[in-house]
């Protein structure tokens, strides 16, 4: 990293601002003394023309060339008609000409030049005016200093303090001013640095100005809301987990304790059903807190083209259910899914119908506007409309659930719910007669075929229509 990254933003906005400000007063000082020079130079000429012309007129008048005023601070050479030098400044008596420029009579000429043979390493305005006198042409020639590129102080110091002034003013404003603007970011840095896994209490505070600051703090208030219902899910699921797993274990070692305590009396064959009873329990729990753990990391199974009509069908028809089901099925219902994600859904809902119904099941599958619509309706309490969402909660199981399953889990709806999400879709438990009915929308489409009933051949209760 060079050594510029790793100055400060606020260093950084502040030597380029002021990095722009000098170059633009340096370009305006710039313009400012080329504009001030041209105007001295203008002037100065116009005051040298004059004085120029001013003598060439006592001259003609009959004036001796040693009685013509000179220019102030200047210079100047009278030459008779034959070209002589008639009269001249003391600075540059015998010296020969100041320049070589020639113009019509009556009528003057300028120059500025910094090759000055009569005055050699200075810079000179020249004015050179032809005059007529009654033996010929004369000439009068004057000069004057040249105005230097800084014109004079009295225009580059206040430049030059004006510059100073400028480049300083915005050095300081944009210092200050990026300061004011980053200190809520040093407030959220701060904020940040006191949130640890263990307390994500803390929330950072929010700028009262509607910015893009503002836009970050609420941001990352709104993550840290995520994060702390995320950590507070995961200690609660722990919680559940840990309690759930902790029962089947605590009933298998008090069987086993029991059996020991009298060896040869102990009816082995009976205990070892209690033991196979909470190995099961336990086998189902960790299988279910498994797939949890996969859904929460986001992991999803081959996706694929499925037909969902054959799909449900095969599912029904694998083994016999103690509660008799109505299919009602359209047939080439097609969605793109995880077969093994779908077929655990679909398990999931039969299985909690089938823990609720008291005599019947009825599965029904339809293609409504692009989606595909499963619901599994069980005949039996139902769920109060109070409760229809806790359910969906991990380790969550109503008192007739209790009653009529104690060894269940509480996971299978939340993964049952979890894994339609994953497919894009919904799973709700809506208004029924009777009992739960459970709903899975998920998008699908249709395929051309024949309407028929596809149905588990074991089952042949009830006809479909």
């Not at 969906?392 to 509480?410: H, P």
Request: net charge neutral.
């Amino acid at each position: 990293m060079s050594a510029w990254h790793r100055l400060s933003i606020r260093t950084r906005l502040t030597a380029v601002a002021t990095a722009v400000m000098a170059l633009i007063c340096t370009v305006a000082a710039v313009f400012i003394l080329m504009a001030g020079r041209q105007a001295a130079i203008d002037y100065r000429t116009g005051d040298l023309v004059a004085e120029a012309v001013n003598a060439a007129r006592q001259m003609r008048g009959g004036m001796s060339p040693l009685l013509v005023e000179i220019p102030t601070h200047g210079s100047f050479q009278v030459f008779n008609s034959t070209g002589a030098v008639v009269a001249t400044s003391p600075d540059i008596a015998g010296k020969p000409p100041m320049t070589t420029l020639r113009s019509d009579v009556d009528a003057y000429a300028t120059t500025r030049s910094c090759h000055v043979p009569a005055i050699p390493g200075k810079c000179k305005i020249i004015v050179v005016n032809p005059f007529h006198r009654p033996d010929g042409v004369w000439q009068v020639d004057m000069a004057v200093p040249d105005v230097p590129w800084y014109v004079g102080p009295q225009l580059l110091i206040p430049l030059a303090a004006g510059w100073l002034l400028l480049v300083g003013t915005t050095a300081a404003g944009v210092f200050r001013t990026v300061g004011q603007t980053l200190a809520p970011v040093s407030a959220i840095s701060g904020k940040l640095a006191q949130i640890t896994s263990s307390d994500l209490s803390h929330r950072v505070p929010v700028p009262k100005y509607q910015d893009e600051l503002r836009e970050l703090a609420e941001t990352a208030n709104r993550t840290l809301d995520r994060a702390e219902s995320a950590v507070v899910r995961q200690l609660r699921f722990a919680s559940d987990a840990s309690h759930d797993l902790r029962n089947p274990l605590t009933a298998m070692r008090t069987q086993i304790e029991e059996a020991l305590m009298d060896p040869r009396e102990a009816d082995w064959a009976l205990t070892a059903e209690k033991l196979l009873d909470s190995v099961e329990r336990l086998q189902a729990l960790v299988t279910d807190l498994l797939q949890i753990a996969r859904l929460d990391a986001g992991a999803t199974g081959h996706r694929e083209t499925i037909d969902l009509t054959g799909l449900v069908a095969g599912e029904l028809g694998r083994r016999p259910r103690r509660v008799p089901i109505f299919p009602r099925l359209t047939p080439g219902v097609l969605v793109d899914g995880d077969r093994i994600g779908l077929t655990r859904l679909l398990n999931n809902l039969l299985d909690n119908a089938e823990r609720h119904a008291e005599s019947a099941i009825d599965v029904t599958l339809a293609l409504d506007s692009g989606t595909a619509v499963l619901a599994v309706c069980d005949d039996g309490e139902g769920v109060p409309p109070d409760k229809r969402e806790v359910i969906f909660q991990r380790f969550t199981r109503l008192e007739a659930s209790r009653r009529k399953d104690a060894g269940g889990t509480g996971l299978g709806l939340p993964i049952a719910r979890q894994l339609a999400e994953g497919h894009g879709g919904t799973l709700t438990l809506e208004d029924s007669p009777r009992g739960a009915r459970f709903v899975l929308r998920i998008p699908g489409r249709a395929v051309p075929t024949a309407e028929h009933d596809l149905r588990p051949r074991s089952e042949g209760t009830a006809p479909a229509t």
